[in-house]
């Protein structure tokens, strides 16, 4: 059977269960783009920025589960991805990038929107090609699936020349499971190491688990939920994490970290023995490394081995899929008498109450709108089962602190990489992965604006995504740190000049609302939800609210700052 690279591709990317692409055509890929015009069964959403395709493959493969996939054409459309790619890369999101490029035969040369966008995007990929010969294609079309969606999960980039697409082969169907003898990652955990895990975690008298991002991707929420109660050992998590554990669980102490809840950051510091799972121990957690859990007995878990004993001591390491290891470690406590774990925890888990109790998330709600109060009432709204995406920086805080997750796959942010612009295109994502979930973006007046162009985007396929924007006038986060540790020197923070974003909201076709007081707070956000169409809500929030707890950065994370 004779067929052309265009062909070749999207019959692969069938094949592959893609029903998907987010992307944006140009001269180098219009060939795909022609092939597509008579391919079925793939939807291609046309995104109005690059960067929005990438941002918006990542929300739609952390909601979906599957391989985000997007397609751009070469030069200026290559690099437009590379921010998206990045914030993929730092939290692990499995990805396929498509590239156009130019002709093999004029690369090297200077050709018109001609990059080497395989050497940029090498550090941010888990891996990246430039097809060379139409007859590798297929291969190489499959072995980035594979790898994007393996292992440790991450972006791959697939550069493809203009003459590939157009060259014809004898294409022969590939095997469909796909090996590569240079790359296999560890699964299984190693028995032995489990063991020891187990009998540290039943003889613990202040055991803490940390649950990550790995927790959520590798599916294992359920065992890591079930292996807490039965141990009764309170569960905090990362950024990444949220959701991983039931948030509003009473073994749930929120988020650790910088902007952590007091108890989450204290039951570091008194913890006997801590189970990180799937988690990659980063600064904004720990704060200074040398104190962070310092008198505990860490136990790692991570499929992926370079992450372990990064940033941390590691008393014990188990290399292996975090859900493959929770399911040994529940297996082998079926063996365990656990009658009398309860009690032991008893002392343990009154005093995480008593540091709940004695500092609990707060803010003091009167005449200007708080933004802790608008993301509080739209978690009790929605009842917490909306997916929340949501921008960075202040927002981003908020949102991780009043919305509570109690299942995986419903919060969706640039952890790693903390790029703003990413959670309106996020949203667009996520909202294709599921059409009939309610999604909203959480977004701050500033980032809103990276890529607010992709409300088109969502308007064009009547995707209801809805925009909080706490609107503050100030780029919140770094205001924040000025008011604190700089003097209140406001040096270019004040977004003095923005946008009416109901109008703007109407007239790229959606709705626009605005709240100027608390009274307002419900009923705006009451008639966006029943709006069966985007909506963009502008709530005037007060100006220079900072997020708390707040630990500076370098210094233990015992030592927040709480007011």
């Known amino acids: 059977m004779n067929l052309n690279g265009s062909q070749i591709f999207w019959k692969i990317l069938k094949e592959e269960g893609v029903d998907t692409v987010f992307g944006y055509p140009g001269g180098a890929v219009i060939d795909l783009y022609d092939e597509l015009a008579r391919t079925k069964g793939i939807e291609h959403i046309l995104v109005r920025h690059e960067q929005g395709a990438v941002h ?10 599957k391989t985000g996939v997007c397609l751009v054409t070469s030069g200026p459309g290559a690099t437009n991805t590379v921010t998206g790619i990045a914030s993929a890369y730092c939290d692990s999101v499995p990805l396929v990038v498509f590239t156009g490029q130019v002709p093999t035969t004029l690369i090297g040369n200077d050709a018109f929107q001609e990059v080497d966008i395989v050497g940029i995007t090498r550090p941010c990929t888990k891996h990246n090609y430039l097809v060379g010969d139409i007859n590798d294609f297929a291969r190489i079309l499959k072995e980035a699936f594979y790898l994007a969606s393996s292992g440790r999960p991450g972006p791959v980039l697939v550069d493809i020349p203009k003459n590939v697409m157009q060259a014809t082969v004898n294409f022969k169907t590939p ?85 952590g ?29 040398d104190t962070f859990a310092s008198q505990a007995k860490i136990i790692h ?46 002392a343990w888990l009154d005093q995480v109450e008593e540091w709940r109790k004695a500092n609990r998330l707060a803010y003091d709600q009167k005449d200007v709108i708080k933004p802790q109060y608008v993301v509080q009432r739209l978690y009790e709204l929605t009842k917490g089962e909306a997916i929340i995406t ?8 908020w949102a991780a602190q009043y919305y509570l997750f109690d299942r ?40 809103i604006q990276m890529n607010s ?110 007011v």
């Open 56 to 65: 918006a493959a990542d929300g739609y493969a952390r909601v979906s589960g």
């Open 175 to 259: 095997p469909k499971k796909t090996t590569m003898r240079s790359y296999n990652p560890t699964y299984e955990p190693n028995v032995k190491q489990l063991k020891k895990v187990v009998k540290a975690l039943v003889e613990a008298k202040r055991p803490l688990i940390f649950a990550g991002g790995g927790v959520v991707l590798s599916k294992g929420s359920d065992e890591l939920t079930r292996l807490a109660r039965r141990l009764s050992i309170p569960v905090t998590t990362s950024l990444m994490g949220l959701g991983s554990f039931p948030g509003t669980d009473p073994l749930s102490l929120g988020m650790l970290g910088m902007h």
């Open 390 to 397: 949501t921008e960075v920086g202040q927002n981003q805080m």
């Open 261 to 289: 809840t007091y108890r989450a950051n204290m039951s570091t510091a008194a913890c006997d023995v801590m189970l990180g799972v799937g988690v990659r121990f980063d600064d904004r957690v720990t704060g200074k490394t």
């Open 453 to 562: 162009q992709e409300l088109a985007t969502a308007v064009q396929y009547n995707l209801p995504v809805k925009v909080v924007i706490l609107n503050n006038g100030y780029l919140g986060m770094v205001r924040q740190w000025q008011e604190l540790f700089y003097d209140r020197r406001y040096s270019e923070t004040r977004m003095s000049h923005a946008p009416d974003f109901v109008k703007l909201a109407e007239a790229y076709g959606a709705m626009g609302l605005r709240a100027d007081k608390p009274e307002q707070v419900d009923e705006t956000l009451e008639k966006a939800m029943a709006h069966n169409g985007p909506v963009i809500m502008d709530f005037r929030v007060e100006a220079e609210e900072s997020v708390y707890p707040m630990v500076p950065a370098g210094a233990p994370i015992t030592e927040m700052l709480l």
């Open 408 to 447: 995986p796959n419903r919060f969706v942010t640039s952890g790693g990489l903390g790029c703003m612009g990413f959670g309106l295109p996020a949203a667009i994502g996520a909202q294709m992965a599921a059409p009939g979930e309610l999604v909203v973006d959480i977004a701050g007046d500033s980032s």
């Open 301 to 346: 878990i991570d499929i992926d081995p370079t992450s372990i004993r990064k940033n941390v001591p590691v008393w014990l390491p188990v290399v292996g899929d975090c859900a493959i290891t929770l399911k040994k470690l529940n297996e082998l406590l079926d063996a365990e008498d656990l009658s009398g774990v309860a009690e032991r925890r008893r």
